[in-house]
């Protein structure tokens, strides 16, 4: 079971971006998907992640400009829209995800990472 992920790249400071994340294989349920982020010299930290529950928490650095939401499809798949993008949040982008295969084994997954690069 890996995670997908998608949808970084280059942007002006103001643009958008929309980031996708995908679970690869069939797994039972998700407890919790959520998106971090790592900035060069920094630690990693939560930007947005939302619950089966559908409770969301976002970091106090992207509310109001950030939005996470995912589909109830088989590829329980999350997206971060990224809003009014400031140089300060590039960094790669990680998706994340609690979650159980069909065996109940518990899984706490990460996603390859996707750079998001914001110039001024």
């Known amino acids: 079971v890996q995670l997908q992920a998608s949808g970084g790249g280059l942007v002006q400071s103001g643009g958008s971006l929309r980031l996708s994340c995908a679970v690869s294989?069939?797994?039972?349920?998700?407890?919790?998907m959520g998106w971090y982020r790592q900035a060069p010299g920094k630690q990693r930290e939560l930007v947005a992640r939302i619950t089966v529950s559908d409770r969301i928490t976002y970091s106090d650095s992207v509310k109001g400009r950030f939005t996470i939401s995912r589909d109830n499809d088989a590829k329980h798949t999350v997206y971060l829209h990224m809003n009014s993008l400031q140089p300060e949040d590039t960094a790669v982008y990680y998706c994340?995800?609690?979650?159980?295969?069909?065996?109940?084994?518990?899984?706490?997954?990460w996603g390859q990472g996707t750079l998001v690069t914001v110039s001024s």
């Open positions: 994340n995800a609690d979650c159980r295969d069909y065996a109940l084994t518990r899984y706490d997954l």
């Open positions: 294989s069939s797994i039972y349920s998700i407890n919790v």
